[in-house]
């Protein structure tokens, strides 16, 4: 799943991180007021700023790498 590669990648990288779900740890409306533009999921966020979804984030790690 979408999911498992999230995290895959994350621990690959050495990342900490933190998982929630939904109707859990948050509503559905708490969702949308963090990510008002959210039309995938799971949603990321690193260090407050909102990446997006898995592809996001496979697009911010690149750009990070190159940058960094």
Do not use: C
Not at 25 to 33: P, S
Not at 51 to 58: E, T
Request: glycine share 8%.
């Amino acid at each position: 799943s979408i999911t498992q590669g999230v995290i895959a990648v994350r621990k690959q990288q050495g990342y900490e991180f933190e998982y929630k779900m939904l109707d859990e740890d948050f509503t559905r409306e708490e969702l949308f007021e963090q990510f008002p533009t959210a039309r995938t999921f799971p949603q990321i966020r690193i260090d407050g700023e909102n990446i997006g979804g898995y592809d996001n984030l496979v697009e911010w790690h690149t750009n990070s790498r190159v940058s960094g």
